[in-house]
């Protein structure tokens, strides 16, 4: 461990009092809402207790380590490009589905003139095409629910969203955002934005070094935390896919063997 460091039992007694709250959580039958709101503050109460004891220790070299965070935070890669394809597969999948639906209305009843085989064709493609459009339903209905999924850490205020960073630590969340706000809306929304300007000012013209390398710390984790939810939901929604294209390769092989043997 580094000389800049707490005591090793600083952080062991921070934990073990993080475990007691976990336990007393664990063991409770019926949870009520008060009750989940006082153990989210008392693991605040203890995580940003810690933090602050560790940027209040007589580091000589915090601008260093400062840029040392900002250094790798700036490398930290917090999106999915699979995300992004399996999605755009998924809406071109829809939308080609959309056309040939139109498309084979019109000519149904010119199927029925076609040769056996042909229609046997015919059918068992528009039956893969049916469980692709099924599965690219699903995958944009999995990626919906994940785009609404709520961050754990967003329900702190201290150790949570940085000030600097996102809006959520620095304006007021009772600033009217309706799509038709009246006069009175409008005027609020400015008198709250004026307040959150002068309060925003004041933080960053105070703001000293220790507090710098505390937002910097607590942004850089938060990014790392961001970061495993983001490729997990990856992970899931790419295994969906996947396993929904193989299912309906499987069943158009199976089918096409069917088609032959008949």
């Given at each position: 461990?580094?000389?800049?460091?707490?005591?090793?039992?600083?952080?062991?007694?921070?934990?073990?009092?993080?475990?007691?709250?976990?336990?007393?959580?664990?063991?409770?039958?019926?949870?009520?809402?008060?009750?989940?709101?006082?153990?989210?503050?008392?693991?605040?109460?203890d995580a940003d207790r810690f933090l602050e004891s560790l940027i209040s220790l007589p580091l000589t070299d915090k601008s260093t380590i400062i840029e040392r965070i900002r250094k790798r935070k700036s490398s930290l890669p917090i999106g999915s490009d699979i995300t992004t394809e399996v999605v755009g597969i998924c809406k071109q999948v829809l939308a080609f589905g959309a056309a040939g639906l139109g498309l084979?209305?019109?000519?149904?009843?010119?199927?029925?003139?076609?040769?056996?085989?042909?229609?046997?064709?015919?059918?068992?493609?528009?039956?893969?095409?049916?469980?692709?459009?099924?599965?690219?339903?699903?995958?944009?209905?999995?990626?919906?629910?994940?785009?609404?999924?709520?961050?754990?850490?967003?329900?702190?205020?201290?150790?949570?969203?940085?000030?600097?960073?996102?809006?959520?630590?620095?304006?007021?969340?009772?600033?009217?955002?309706?799509?038709?706000?009246?006069?009175?809306?409008?005027?609020?929304?400015?008198?709250?934005?004026?307040?959150?300007?002068?309060?925003?000012?004041?933080?960053?013209?105070?703001?000293?070094?220790?507090?710098?390398?505390?937002?910097?710390?607590?942004?850089?984790?938060?990014?790392?935390?961001?970061?495993?939810?983001?490729?997990?939901?990856?992970?899931?929604?790419?295994?969906?896919?996947?396993?929904?294209?193989?299912?309906?390769?499987?069943?158009?092989?199976?089918?096409?063997?069917?088609?032959?043997?008949?």
């Open positions: 461990m580094g000389t800049n460091a707490l005591p090793q039992s600083n952080m062991d007694d921070v934990l073990l009092a993080l475990d007691k709250i976990e336990e007393r959580v664990n063991s409770s039958v019926r949870l009520s809402s008060q009750d989940y709101a006082e153990a989210y503050a008392n693991v605040e109460e084979s209305l019109g000519f149904a009843d010119k199927v029925a003139l076609l040769a056996p085989s042909l229609q046997k064709a015919i059918t068992i493609a528009g039956i893969v095409y049916l469980e692709l459009v099924l599965v690219s339903m699903l995958v944009l209905t999995l990626y919906l629910i994940q785009a609404r999924f709520r961050y754990p850490f967003l329900s702190f205020e201290r150790i949570g969203n940085t000030w600097p960073w996102f809006y959520y630590a620095s304006i007021d969340p009772n600033v009217p955002r309706g799509p038709l706000p009246s006069k009175r809306d409008n005027f609020r929304g400015a008198l709250l934005y004026a307040k959150d300007l002068v309060r925003f000012g004041n933080r960053v013209v105070s703001e000293d070094e220790s507090q710098e390398l505390r937002v910097e710390l607590q942004q850089y984790f938060l990014l790392l935390s961001f970061q495993g939810y983001v490729n997990q939901f990856s992970l899931r929604l790419t295994n969906t896919f996947f396993c929904g294209v193989a299912g309906s390769v499987i069943t158009g092989i199976v089918l096409t063997i069917w088609g032959v043997i008949k």
